[in-house]
């Protein structure tokens, strides 16, 4: 709105529904987050610490401590890109309705590496929602006549060659109530890494949230790599989880996925030194993840 992008003749503060707050941890390891519960309340929630840790990670180093006190997950979700050429009235890009996407032969410095090659090449904005797919969310929604849905978190963000004018799949008359963390193995541990120009209030130019399933002995039996601030949706690194699983995770292995995560990434003019910070980032989020082990309920 403060940009001139949308201008709603109506607002409704939904801010009041206690039904949309607070976080729950069900009896079968999982947890159900309404929608309108704060950044802040992630990061300091206890059990999201222990058994959620990529979570409660991304969510401290979002935005600031002020901004993390009102701004809800879901409204994060939802937030719009912050391309300066969407933001700005003097370029009507590709997402606005026009012909082109300026990033192309523009300054480029802050966008994608990946899938983006297809109109638009936005960075999804979202920090939580990194963690999230990395931890196999799904999204709550309900319609306007009281109909209810649950869609998986790699299917609720758009990709710009389905459709470059939206970034999720929610309806006009949809609003989103919940996320949903389904229940993961005991041996699961999880980290989430980023790197920012400014130590605070800054969003991350590269940020990765790794999630491992380890043996006793020190083999990967299941992996999930997401890469945020790399493509319009938060991006599974699938070349580094095929890479990391059955492998025992030390410094080559991390290093190898590392590889394959960027060997599919075609960085655009201004913005290719994003590949040594994720290669790097990838390497730290792995370790780090090892290192907590920590031991979520079946």
């Not at 002020?66 to 003097?90: D, E, K, M, V």
């Not at 790097?280 to 031991?295: D, W």
Request: aromatic share 6%; proline share 5%; net charge positive.
């Amino acid at each position: 709105m403060k940009d001139g992008l949308v201008s709603p003749r109506r607002l409704i503060d939904i801010g009041c529904l206690s039904e949309l707050q607070g976080i729950h941890e069900e009896a079968d390891g999982g947890f159900t987050i309404g929608a309108l519960t704060t950044l802040a309340q992630l990061a300091a929630h206890p059990a999201l610490q222990r058994r959620r840790a990529a979570l409660a990670q991304a969510a401290a180093l979002a935005a600031s401590p002020q901004i993390r006190n009102r701004a809800t997950l879901g409204g994060n979700l939802l937030q719009r890109p912050r391309c300066w050429y969407l933001r700005s009235a003097a370029h009507h890009c590709v997402r606005k309705g026009g012909e082109h996407c300026f990033a192309y032969g523009g300054d480029n410095r802050y966008h994608a590496i990946f899938a983006n090659q297809d109109g638009c090449a936005i960075v999804h904005p979202s920090t939580p929602a990194t963690a999230l797919l990395a931890l196999q969310a799904q999204v709550e929604c309900v319609r306007g006549n009281g109909d209810r849905r649950v869609v998986a978190l790699d299917e609720f963000f758009v990709l710009p060659s389905r459709d470059p004018h939206r970034e999720t799949v929610l309806g006009a008359d949809e609003l989103v109530t919940a996320i949903r963390l389904p229940t993961l193995a005991r041996s699961t541990c999880s980290a989430y890494v980023q790197l920012s120009e400014k130590a605070s209030f800054d969003w991350p130019l590269a940020a990765v949230a790794a999630v491992l399933v380890m043996g006793d002995d020190g083999v990967c039996r299941q992996a999930r790599v997401v890469l945020g601030a790399a493509a319009p949706v938060a991006w599974r690194a699938s070349q580094a989880e095929a890479a990391l699983e059955g492998s025992r995770i030390n410094e080559e292995s991390a290093k190898a996925a590392a590889d394959a995560a960027l060997a599919p990434a075609t960085p655009l003019s201004g913005n290719g030194y994003k590949v040594p910070i994720f290669r790097a980032l990838i390497v730290r989020a792995i370790h780090q993840a090892v290192a907590s082990r920590v031991r979520a309920p079946a």
